[in-house]
């Protein structure tokens, strides 16, 4: 009689969508959170006590702590997002434990929150939104909710991987002129159709943008990229737009200058220590906030999931994951 191999430990940190867990019960022994409470840190290190595999999101830290009180059995941190610096990846390497995301299918939704938060702010919608909600609208005036226009001005993308292209297109679409900068210029057929201008200097560039948008991970090499120096050679009538990570900008300097009428707005998907918001920051008019819902489609979701369980699929069957994370990269 043939023995079925034992089904691998998974331990899933948060709710997924009901197609995804149904599935994953089926392959592995699944263990599920139900109630979708974050784990704490003393929770995360019992499912890496115990997992084979560990499924945490962008709520997890996966830290040096976690990581080196795992046991023996963990070899596999499927993480659900594309963002993996909620994992100290080389703590991970060292423990020879492998980590991997899943990357292609939150693009295009999260260029269209860049593009989303972009209209948003030019166009004040949320402040008209706000005003016909509270009843304070009294009708329509030649002069009233003046936003920018945004045909013809220049967007600067920090980060041209596949969602700051993503972006680029739609820019386009819209009459934008793109630029970016980015650690490396990209090949002349990606740039060719964006008319995208590259820019090796990053200070330079944000001296002359109309609206720039944060489309680079958060890495030791990103964090605070917009630092008090560079945010303030950003125009006074700039926009500025994060979807990326809160960590590549540093939102004190960002809340001041606004604040004090050093920028014209900005558009945040993303924060610093989220789900914690600068209070200052919420008191401001010219700036459309979200709760991290770039990524946030059905289809999104459901995609990202199947990617984690073919990373964890193919691994327990000995082979290579698709998705596997060995740097963080800008
Ligand atoms: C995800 C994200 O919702 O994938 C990412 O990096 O920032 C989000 O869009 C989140 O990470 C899920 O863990």
Not at 105 to 124: F, N, Q
Not at 241 to 270: P, Q, S, Y
Request: net charge positive; with cysteine.
């Amino acid at each position: 009689m043939a023995v079925s191999p034992k089904k691998p430990l998974v331990i899933v940190t948060r709710k997924l969508p009901d197609a995804i867990e149904t599935r994953m019960m089926e392959l592995f022994d699944t263990r599920l959170n139900a109630d979708d409470k974050p784990m704490t840190q003393a929770q995360l290190i019992e499912a890496a006590k115990t997992a084979d595999v560990l499924v945490p999101t962008v709520t997890d830290r996966i830290d040096a702590r976690v990581l080196s009180q795992a046991g023996p059995k963990l070899r596999l941190i499927a993480s659900f997002g594309t963002g993996v610096d909620h994992i100290d990846l080389d703590t991970a390497r060292q423990r020879g434990v492998v980590v991997t995301n899943t990357p292609g299918v939150l693009t295009e939704d999260t260029a269209d929150m860049s593009m989303a938060l972009i209209l948003a702010v030019a166009r004040r919608i949320g402040e008209g939104e706000r005003l016909v909600r509270a009843a304070k609208w009294t009708g329509w005036a030649p002069t009233a909710m003046l936003g920018a226009r945004i045909w013809g001005k220049r967007l600067g993308i920090i980060g041209m991987g596949r969602i700051g292209q993503a972006l680029a297109r739609r820019a386009r679409g819209f009459g934008m002129a793109v630029h970016y900068h980015n650690r490396r210029r990209l090949h002349a057929e990606i740039e060719k159709p964006l008319e995208a201008t590259y820019w090796e200097s990053l200070d330079q560039m944000l001296a002359r943008m109309d609206i720039v948008s944060v489309n680079c991970p958060h890495t030791p090499a990103t964090y605070h990229l917009l630092s008090a120096r560079r945010l303030k050679l950003m125009r006074p009538s700039a926009i500025l737009v994060n979807t990326a990570r809160g960590e590549v900008v540093d939102e004190n300097a960002l809340t001041r200058m606004l604040r004090a009428g050093e920028l014209a707005g900005a558009g945040l998907d993303v924060f610093e220590h989220e789900p914690a918001i600068n209070p200052k920051l919420v008191e401001l008019d010219k700036v459309v906030l979200l709760p991290h819902m770039g990524s946030a489609t059905l289809e999104g979701r459901i995609e990202m999931g199947e990617k984690v369980i073919i990373n964890i699929k193919t691994f327990v069957d000995g082979h290579r994951p698709p998705d596997r994370v060995l740097a963080a990269m800008f």
